[in-house]
């Protein structure tokens, strides 16, 4: 079985605060206070990273642990965070010289500092996490170690602990421009000896909004794909954030003769099931060969899509776990190890890729559509089944009565190219916008040089008006 990837965001990310992307200002004010600990004077016990996520806070802290030559204890949302489990290790373990490997507290004149490393602190307000919040004001108060909060929403965690204010530095961290990101994607391409076109690096910067750990999870998954795919899918990277996992639960599904550790892949990943059914159907007949078990695992499937199904109608997500089931250890035990995993075997779901590729035209066929409907007092399903054929007939055949229609549904050049059956930079879309344009002009004019239509042409439209402006 071929070793998969790990994931990139981990691998790559920075080891140094001379690594971190952008936040010059923001680092800056990181080391500043790191000093303060070093010299022993430091004014705040903690400091507080806020920002969006995926910008590098937390590569931040582990970075500055790292320069430092400190120890980390890390903290996040996957762990016990009540008022016991953050006494024993950020209270009681920060008042200490030094901790143990498990956060435990150990009475040693060591003396090197450790950093406690507090992450999604905002969201510290569940009832497991009951009391947490007080026990971290508390600790900030006496710690004899450097405390780090890293959150997403600064007034969430103020407002409910407000004591934090005074306790910690705000360091706030931005989102890094697009050339910054395409910058750290070209340092990972020469890593990983990735042969991707600067093209390519530049989309995938420009779609991640900032969000570098985005960034590089869509990098590292258009790398899966063929040289001929990656160049086509790159232009429209309407899904995102794959996580390698994913990759990795379906090989054990197909390749593992263990029913258990197939179950635990699935329990395990970051995806819902309704959302990993559609990768593991498109993959399941690439891998899968044999006529029969392919047709006993695609049952499988079936049947698990079924208890989907009843999820998404009844809201119970109870019937999650059978779904999952049937779809990990029952593909699993038809799969077996008789279907070796090469690097090409598995790939990106068709159907998603189509659904990337149409966004923008749905979207555009959904405004359509809700305009009908308020135009025409019913709903957007009825408009497309019986108002939208008549009206493409009606677009094609007659031009004023295009314009008219396109002027009162106040039409955009994509939904009046939806209409006429063209594309939305034809010359008839043009032509249909420019004469309401010059239409708008001529409204504004004083009423005496207004071009008159002849009478029947004016009968006509204001005919073809009243059909649909109820009023």
């Not at 024993?88 to 009475?107: L, M, P, W």
């Not at 038809?334 to 998603?352: A, C, H």
């Amino acid at each position: 079985m071929p070793e998969h990837p790990v994931d990139w965001a981990e691998t790559h990310r920075p080891r140094s605060l001379n690594e971190i992307i952008g936040n010059s200002a923001a680092v800056s004010q990181l080391k500043s206070w790191a000093d303060s600990w070093v010299k022993g004077k430091p004014k705040k016990k903690g400091a507080i990273l806020i920002g969006d996520p995926g910008i590098g806070k937390t590569s931040a802290a582990h970075a500055l642990a790292n320069d430092y030559g400190w120890d980390v204890i890390e903290l996040n949302a996957s762990d016990s965070r009540n008022a016991s489990a953050v006494d024993r290790i950020v209270g009681h373990g920060s008042r200490a010289d030094s901790f143990s490997a498990d956060g435990s507290y150990r009475s040693t004149a060591e003396g090197h500092l450790k950093l406690i490393i507090f992450d999604e602190a905002d969201n510290l307000f569940g009832r497991e996490d009951y009391g947490g919040a007080k026990s971290i004001v508390n600790a900030l108060k006496e710690s004899a170690q450097p405390i780090v909060l890293i959150v997403n929403d600064y007034y969430e965690l103020t407002r409910r602990a407000s004591g934090v204010k005074q306790l910690v530095l705000t360091i706030k961290f931005t989102r890094p421009d697009a050339q910054q990101v395409t910058s750290a994607l070209e340092r990972i391409v020469l890593k990983e000896k990735l042969e991707i076109t600067p093209e390519t690096i530049q989309r995938i910067a420009n779609h991640s909004g900032g969000d570098i750990r985005a960034a590089v999870n869509d990098l590292q998954s258009v790398s899966l794909l063929s040289s001929e795919a990656m160049e086509e899918i790159s232009k429209d990277l309407g899904w995102r954030d794959v996580p390698p996992e994913v990759y990795e639960t379906l090989e054990t599904i197909f390749s593992s003769n263990s029913l258990a550790d197939s179950r635990q892949s699935l329990i395990s990943l970051d995806e819902t099931p309704d959302r990993f059914i559609t990768w593991l159907d498109d993959n399941l007949p690439r891998v899968i060969r044999d006529p029969m078990d392919r047709a006993r695992a695609i049952d499988l499937v079936s049947r698990a899509d079924i208890y989907l199904g009843r999820v998404s109608r009844r809201k119970y997500y109870g019937l999650w776990s059978y779904a999952s089931d049937l779809m990990s250890m029952g593909v699993c035990q038809v799969s077996g190890d008789k279907y070796p995993i090469y690097s090409d075997s598995l790939r990106f779901p068709e159907y998603l890729m189509r659904m990337s590729r149409t966004k923008a035209r749905r979207k555009t066929i959904e405004s359509l559509l809700d305009k009908l409907a308020v135009a025409m007092h019913t709903s957007p399903s009825i408009a497309r089944e019986s108002i939208v054929p008549y009206l493409r007939s009606l677009f094609a055949s007659d031009r004023e009565f295009a314009i008219e229609m396109s002027r009162t549904l106040e039409l955009q050049a994509g939904e009046v190219a939806l209409l006429l059956g063209v594309e939305a930079d034809s010359d008839e879309v043009e032509k249909v916008l420019a004469s309401i344009a010059d239409d708008g002009k001529k409204g504004e004019e004083p009423e005496g040089n207004q071009e008159q239509l002849p009478p029947m042409e004016r009968t006509q439209v204001d005919h073809q008006r009243s059909l649909f402006e109820f009023r």
